[in-house]
């Protein structure tokens, strides 16, 4: 993939509070992604709200935001920051949310921020069970028969025509 041309500052969204031995890959992946983009000359801030990650080393991204991981908070640091571009692909389902809710809010189009790493019809795609089956449906695959429910009435209905064993969880899959 050739090198982007027409950003030149990049904010990474964090994944917020972590416990040890727990989500420890965001942390990597985005201390990763802040050297890697450093090394092809952007600009890169990062927001997160967990200042005992190596992500957050104040050496490490050009400006660090200590910040609560919620949509008023990073539309707030985006106003004054200013970058053209957030990558929340570094910061698991947290940063996801966020971006699908900055997006929606119409916070990234006013402020002339572009979405990189992923689109927001990706996130939905990946995250809605129902999406995702329609996806493989409409490339050829096939996937085990399935149905989404709202109610406990609606969920025998279902049983009644599916042979066990059964799999039932939730719709959001990386919720």
Request: a neutral charge; glycine letters at 8%.
């Amino acid at each position: 993939m050739p090198k982007r041309t027409d950003i030149r500052k990049i904010m990474i969204i964090g994944s917020g509070p972590i416990v040890i031995g727990q989500a420890g890959e965001f942390d990597y992946s985005g201390t990763q992604a802040v050297q890697a983009l450093k090394e092809e000359g952007y600009i890169v801030s990062l927001v997160n709200s967990n200042p005992a990650t190596i992500m957050t080393d104040p050496d490490l991204a050009d400006k660090t935001y200590m910040v609560p991981l919620t949509v008023e908070a990073l539309e707030r640091v985006l106003e004054v920051d200013r970058p053209d571009a957030i990558l929340p692909t570094m910061g698991g389902q947290t940063a996801l949310n966020l971006a699908v809710s900055l997006s929606d809010r119409g916070v990234l189009s006013r402020l002339g921020i572009k979405l990189i790493g992923i689109s927001v019809d990706s996130i939905r795609k990946a995250e809605d069970r129902g999406l995702f089956k329609k996806a493989m449906e409409k490339i050829g695959l096939s996937s085990p028969k399935s149905f989404v429910v709202h109610s406990l009435e609606e969920a025998n209905r279902a049983l009644a025509s599916i042979p066990f064993p059964v799999l039932i969880r939730a719709s959001f899959t990386l919720g």
